[in-house]
């Protein structure tokens, strides 16, 4: 694993000034949030393509916990149909392997934290601040539309489950997003324009990340 300190990368600091360090390398964590079929992970892979990040979909570490038949996941995949959120424990867990595992040292993380018991639960554990928590802005109606054609045989992609994911978003993942945004930390994109249209947007913010060779 490389621990070598990226000197060009701009990195938060945690409240008391502590720099963000992982495993001995210097790190920078976007959170990414937005409803459910606002076209996070869409966004994402322009990202990871265009700005070298490395994409953690918190959703998609719990869909492979589920398939590799760890003891946890007959309950990861009943609350994944209830459309509710998976104790933080587990996914923090999920997200620090994966960020030790990897070589980068620049993360995307998408649908995390999805309540203030995930944002407390990374800030205690992991210790990383986020450089910022990307947004992505986008009417019921239109994520509906795109959830319900997206096809990929998600167990959570249908209209039940996304009305009860649509409450949780509202309940629970937006007071996190005002947590930050109270912190001067979000930046919100409108996410309801076309696919190229909204990435547009979104180099514009990742600009000062560098280009995929950072
Ligand atoms: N701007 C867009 N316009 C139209 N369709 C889009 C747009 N962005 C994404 N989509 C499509 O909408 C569907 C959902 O997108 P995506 O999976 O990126 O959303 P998500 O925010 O990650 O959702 P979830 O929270 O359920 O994982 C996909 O089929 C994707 O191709
Ligand atoms: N921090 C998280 C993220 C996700 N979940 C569960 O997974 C489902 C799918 O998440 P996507 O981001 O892929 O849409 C989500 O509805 C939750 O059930 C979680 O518990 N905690
Ligand atoms: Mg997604």
Do not use: W
Request: hydrophobic share 35%.
């Amino acid at each position: 694993m490389s621990t070598a300190v990226d000197a060009s990368l701009p990195v938060a600091e945690q409240e008391d000034g502590t720099a963000n360090m992982l495993g001995g390398k210097k790190v920078a964590v976007v959170f990414v949030l937005g409803g459910p079929g606002s076209g996070k992970g869409t966004q994402c892979s322009n990202i990871v393509e265009h700005f070298g990040f490395t994409h953690l979909s918190a959703g998609e570490l719990l869909r492979s916990e589920i398939k590799s038949g760890s003891e946890n996941g007959t309950m990861i995949d009943s609350i994944i149909k209830e459309g509710k959120i998976v104790p933080s424990e587990i996914t923090v867990k999920l997200l620090q392997e994966a960020m030790i595992k990897s070589e980068n040292n620049k993360f995307l993380i998408d649908g995390f934290p999805r309540n203030q018991e995930n944002r407390l639960s990374f800030e205690n554990v992991i210790k990383i601040a986020p450089e910022f928590v990307l947004f992505f802005d986008c009417s019921e109606e239109e994520m509906v539309r795109r959830l319900l054609g997206r096809n990929q045989g998600r167990a959570d992609d249908n209209i039940e489950t996304i009305r009860k994911r649509f409450r949780v978003f509202e309940e629970s993942s937006l007071p996190v997003v005002q947590y930050y945004d109270s912190k001067g930390k979000v930046k919100k994109i409108n996410a309801a324009k076309p696919i190229p249209e909204v990435f547009e947007d979104v180099k514009t913010i990742f600009q000062p990340y560098g280009s995929k060779a950072a």
